[in-house]
C-alpha cells in the first residue's frame, strides 16, 4: 500500500493544483504541501524497505505476472527519496524565484506531474509500464521546458523533444522484441525467462537496443547531445530539478535493467559501459572548461558525472554497484544545489555570463559558502560526500583491476575542480566590473525577488542552505549511506530476492 | 503476411529515421511519427498475425487452442498510440511556436542554444 503513495500525492496535488488555475496563492501552497507531503511518504517507504526488505503492491489485485506489480527494493525507495527530497527543495525555491508569469501557467501543477512520472519509473516493476511512466515524466518536462516560450527554450526543447522521443521509439522497440522472445513483459518475469536465452543473438541486439534508449535519456557519451543544448534554457527552478531527477531516471532504468534481465552477459556489455562511462567523463569534464557560462558548465557537468554512475556498472562487482548508489545520491544532492546557487547568483547580478559576475565572495558571503561547499563536494575533497562517492568508485576499480577508468576518473575530478575553481575565481573572487553597460541587474524586466514580500525572498536562499547541509551530512555520516549503498548493491547483484517479491502475487 | 509486414516495418524505421536528419523541422515531426507507427507496428506483429481466431478459452477447457493472435499486444499498442498521439501533438505545436519566434524552419538555423 505505501508503494502507491509516492505517485498517488503528487497526481493529487497536480490535479488540486489545476482546480485552483486562478489562485496563485493555492497553488503555491498545494505545491509546497504536496512535496512535504511526499518527502514524508517516501521517508517511511525507505524505512519499511529497509526493515523489511523488499515490498510489492500488486495494483488491481492483478497476480504477478499478469497485472502491473509496483515494487520497491532498496534501490528504488532511496531513489524516491532523492526525487522527494529535490522535489521539496525546488518547491521551496520556486517560492521565492520563479517568475509571476510561469507560476501562473501552471509551474507548481507541471513539477508534480514530473515528481509523479519519476517515482512512478522508479517504483514499477514492468516494462511497458516503465515506458508510461517515462512518457508521463517527458511530457511534463516538455512543458516545463518550454513554458514561457523564449526563444532560447524553444530551439532547446526541439532537440530534448527529438531525442528523447527518439529514444522512447527505440524503448519501444526493445519491449516489442523481447515481448515477441519471452512472452512476458513483467521484469521478475522476464529476468526469470530469458535466462535460458542469454547469449542468443536476439536477445543481444534487445539489450543493444535497451542500452542506446537509455543511454539517450542518462546523456551517455555518444548521445548526450540534447542535454547540453537545453538544460540551460529554462529557469533555474526548472532546469534544478531536470539536472536533479531526469539522467539520473536513465541511469536507473541502466542500473535495473543490466543487473535484473542482462546480468554479466559475457562482458561484452560491461566492457562496452566502462568503455562509454570514460569517455562520458571526458567529454563532460572537457565541454565545461570550454564554456563560460554558469548553467552551460554546470550541464556538460552533468554529463561528466553520468560517467561516474555508470561506471560502477560497468564495473559489475558489488562494491562498483555500491559506489554507483553512493555517487547518484552525492550527485542528485549536489548538482541540484549548484543549479540553485546560480539561479541565487542570477537573482544578485541578473546574469549567468562569468565574465559580467564578480565579487560576490565581498557582497554575499553566504552564498559564496554554500557555493563552496557544493562545488568542492562535486570535485570530490574531502571530508564532504563528493570524496566517498569517488573513493569507493576508485577502489572498486583497483579491485576490479580495470587501471584504465580508474586513471580516468581521477583525471577528470582534477578537470572538474578546474571548472569549480574558474566559477570560484569569476563569480565569486575577483572584483565585479563596472564597465559593463548591459546585463546588469537592471537586465531582468521584472525582478521576481523583489515582488514577493519578507521572508518568501529568503527561502531560495534556505532552500540551497538545506541542501548544503545534506551535503556535508553525507559526508560526515558516509558510513552509514555506505551501508544503505552496499545493501542495495547486494540487492542488485542478487535479483532472486527481487523475484521472489514480486512472485508473492502469484495465483 | 509476416514478411509483409517486416518489409513494412523496415521500410518505416527507415524513412523515419531518414526524415530525422531533414533539416526540416517539420520532416523531423513527420520522421518521429514514422518512428513510432514503425514501433507499434512491430509490437503487434510480436503478437502474431492470426485471422478470425480470437483468444477466448472454450468451454470445459483450459487454455486457448493455438494458433491464436496474443490480445495484450494489441493492447499495448493502444497505449503506446494514445502516448505518441500527445507527444506529437505537443511537437506540432512546439514547433509552430518555434518557426513564430525564429521565422525559420530550417534546423542548421536553430542553432544558438548548442555548444
Not at chain 1, 312 to 331: E, K, P, Q
Not at chain 1, 347 to 368: E, I, K, Q
Not at chain 1, 405 to 430: N, P
Not at chain 2, 15 to 43: D, E, F, P
Request: with cysteine; hydrophobic share 55%.
Amino acid at each position: 500500500m505505501r508503494l502507491i503513495f509516492p505517485i498517488a500525492i503528487p497526481l493529487a496535488t497536480a490535479i488540486l493544483g489545476l482546480f485552483a488555475w486562478r489562485w496563485r496563492t493555492v497553488q503555491r501552497g498545494l505545491g509546497i504541501a504536496g512535496a512535504a507531503a511526499l518527502l514524508l511518504a517516501s521517508l517511511e517507504l525507505l524505512k519499511s524497505v529497509w526493515q523489511q526488505g523488499p515490498q510489492a503492491t500488486w495494483v488491481g489485485n492483478w497476480p504477478a505476472p499478469f497485472g502491473i506489480t509496483l515494487i520497491a527494493d532498496l534501490l528504488s525507495a532511496i531513489m524516491v527519496v532523492l526525487a522527494a527530497v529535490i522535489g521539496f527543495a525546488v518547491a521551496l525555491y520556486a517560492l521565492a524565484h520563479i517568475d509571476p508569469a510561469r507560476e501562473a501557467f501552471g509551474y507548481y501543477p507541471l513539477l508534480h506531474i514530473l515528481l509523479m512520472g519519476v517515482c512512478g519509473a522508479f517504483l514499477t516493476g514492468d516494462l511497458f509500464n516503465l515506458y508510461v511512466w517515462f512518457e508521463v515524466m517527458l511530457m511534463a518536462s516538455f512543458v516545463l521546458l518550454a513554458l514561457g516560450g523564449e526563444r532560447a527554450q524553444l530551439e532547446g526543447a526541439i532537440k530534448y523533444v527529438t531525442l528523447n522521443l527518439m529514444a522512447s521509439a527505440f524503448f519501444l522497440t526493445a519491449i516489442g522484441l523481447l515481448y515477441g522472445v519471452v512472452g512476458t513483459l513483467n521484469m521478475a518475469d522476464v529476468a526469470l525467462k530469458i535466462r535460458p536465452l542469454a547469449s542468443s543473438g536476439v536477445t543481444r541486439s534487445i539489450a543493444f537496443l535497451l542500452l542506446t534508449a537509455f543511454g539517450i535519456k542518462a546523456a551517455i557519451f555518444p548521445l548526450f547531445f540534447w542535454l547540453p543544448a537545453s538544460y540551460h534554457t529554462p529557469p533555474v527552478a526548472v532546469s534544478a530539478v531536470f539536472a536533479g531527477l531526469l539522467t539520473k531516471v536513465g541511469v536507473y532504468a541502466l542500473l535495473r535493467v543490466f543487473t535484473l534481465i542482462f546480468p554479466e552477459d559475457g562482458h561484452t556489455i560491461p566492457t562496452v559501459i566502462l568503455a562509454l562511462s570514460a569517455l562520458t567523463m571526458l567529454t563532460g569534464a572537457f565541454g565545461a572548461i570550454a564554456q563560460s557560462e554558469l548553467r552551460r558548465i554546470l550541464s556538460f557537468l552533468i554529463v561528466g558525472h553520468i560517467g561516474y554512475m555508470t561506471m560502477g556498472l560497468g564495473l559489475s562487482t558489488t562494491a562498483g554497484l555500491a559506489g554507483s548508489i553512493f555517487y547518484i545520491i552525492h550527485h542528485i544532492v549536489v548538482k541540484t544545489n549548484l543549479f540553485l546557487v546560480s539561479g541565487l547568483t542570477h537573482a544578485v547580478h541578473g546574469s549567468f555570463d562569468l565574465s559580467r559576475l564578480g565579487g560576490l565572495y565581498r557582497t554575499h558571503p553566504g552564498l559564496a559558502v554554500l557555493f563552496l561547499i557544493s562545488a568542492l563536494s562535486l570535485a570530490g575533497l574531502p571530508p564532504l560526500s563528493g570524496f566517498f562517492a569517488k573513493l569507493l568508485l576508485v577502489r572498486a576499480g583497483l579491485h576490479a583491476g580495470q587501471w584504465g577508468i580508474v586513471a580516468v576518473a581521477l583525471g577528470v575530478s582534477l578537470l572538474i575542480l578546474l571548472s569549480m575553481m574558474k566559477i570560484w575565481a569569476e563569480a565569486f573572487w575577483k572584483p565585479m566590473r563596472e564597465d559593463l553597460p548591459a546585463g546588469g541587474s537592471h537586465a531582468l524586466p521584472i525582478s521576481p525577488v523583489t515582488e514577493r514580500i519578507g521572508m518568501m525572498s529568503r527561502l531560495g536562499f534556505w532552500s540551497s542552505a538545506g541542501l548544503a547541509i545534506l551535503t556535508v551530512m553525507i559526508g560526515l555520516g558516509a558510513d552509514l549511506v555506505l551501508a544503505l549503498a552496499e545493501a542495495a548493491a547486494e540487492q542488485l547483484r542478487n535479483p532472486d530476492l527481487y523475484i521472489s517479491t514480486m512472485q508473492r502475487g502469484r495465483p | 503476411m509476416e514478411l509483409l509486414l517486416a518489409i513494412v516495418i523496415g521500410s518505416l524505421y527507415a524513412t523515419g529515421l531518414y526524415m530525422l536528419l531533414r533539416r526540416s523541422v517539420v520532416k523531423l515531426i513527420i520522421g518521429l511519427g514514422l518512428l513510432a507507427n514503425g514501433s507499434n507496428l512491430l509490437i503487434f506483429t510480436m503478437g502474431r498475425l492470426v485471422r478470425a481466431r480470437p483468444p477466448i478459452v472454450p468451454e470445459g477447457e483450459s487454455s486457448v487452442p493455438p494458433p491464436f493472435a496474443d490480445p495484450l499486444p494489441q493492447a499495448l499498442i493502444l497505449t503506446a498510440i494514445v502516448i505518441s498521439f500527445g507527444v506529437l501533438a505537443f511537437a506540432l505545436v512546439l514547433i509552430h511556436r518555434a518557426y513564430q519566434k525564429v521565422g525559420t524552419d530550417d534546423l542548421d538555423d536553430l542553432k544558438t542554444t548548442d555548444t
